[in-house]
């Protein structure tokens, strides 16, 4: 079965801070991906990586950047971090294009 | 552009009710169509998908079948469990754009014993 561990379940930072949220899957698929959940607006994505070193903005990068250093492991940050991004965020890999994502267990994150 | 409907949620049945979940979307050329579940406190996971028109996906118990006539993919299950309350995501993929998911909102199903 594929893992796809978030390494935090609920994390609280306070407005300005830098926030790092780390994601690490164990079946070296390619393909990485950051989602934030919102209740009554479904899954959006931030970003995602297709290879190491690759990084491409999803649909609402705003706020956020990504690092993605080793194939298992990808990274969100939030460079300051702001009230409107407190929110569930979601973890997925994907072998490759045309196959099912995977997804981890979330990290609910509060910005006070 | 690509978007996914749902029905709103919260939905509420008692054991062994039949359920359907509305999901309609708006895509150019023909998207495959997925439908996830996400229990409490877990992430999202692959309930069925199907990848042509009149494909029918199927899952422990759960159907849905690609219609392209209507651009729907309804969720639908004969007898719903109190295992079964989750929140469901109907989604399509944009294989123009690298394959990236699109989701609607999430259909919240409580099931009462």
């Known amino acids: 079965d594929v893992k796809v561990t978030q390494s935090s379940r609920y994390l609280v930072k306070r407005t300005g801070e830098k926030v790092f949220l780390e994601c690490v899957q164990d079946?070296?698929?390619?393909?990485m991906f950051w989602y934030r959940q919102d209740p009554g607006l479904g899954l959006r994505l931030i970003y995602f990586?297709?290879?190491?070193?690759?990084?491409e903005k999803g649909d609402i990068p705003e706020g956020y950047s990504v690092s993605r250093e080793k194939k298992e492991r990808f990274s969100l940050i939030l460079e300051s971090a702001s009230t409107n991004q407190t929110s569930m965020y979601l973890c997925?890999?994907?072998?490759?294009?045309?196959?099912?994502?995977?997804f981890g267990d979330g990290t609910r994150l509060s910005i006070l | 552009g690509n978007s996914v409907t749902q029905m709103e949620g919260p939905v509420t049945l008692s054991e062994e009710a039949f359920l359907t979940i509305n999901c309609t979307y708006t895509?150019?050329?023909?998207?495959?169509l997925f439908w996830y579940v996400q229990y409490p406190g877990e992430g999202l996971q692959l309930l069925l998908k199907?990848?042509?028109?009149?494909d029918k996906g199927s899952n422990k118990g759960f159907e849905a079948t690609y219609r392209k006539e209507t651009t729907s993919f309804h969720l639908e299950k004969g007898s719903v469990q109190v295992s079964d309350s989750a929140v469901y995501f109907c989604?399509?993929?944009?294989?123009?754009?690298?394959?990236?998911?699109?989701f609607g909102q999430g259909t919240e199903l409580s099931v009462k014993p």
């Open positions: 997925a890999t994907r072998f490759t294009e045309g196959q099912p994502q995977h």
């Open positions: 079946m070296d698929h390619e393909n």
């Open positions: 990586s297709y290879d190491v070193k690759m990084k």
């Open positions: 895509a150019t050329g023909y998207p495959s």
């Open positions: 199907a990848t042509k028109a009149d």
């Open positions: 989604a399509l993929i944009r294989y123009n754009q690298g394959g990236k998911l699109i």
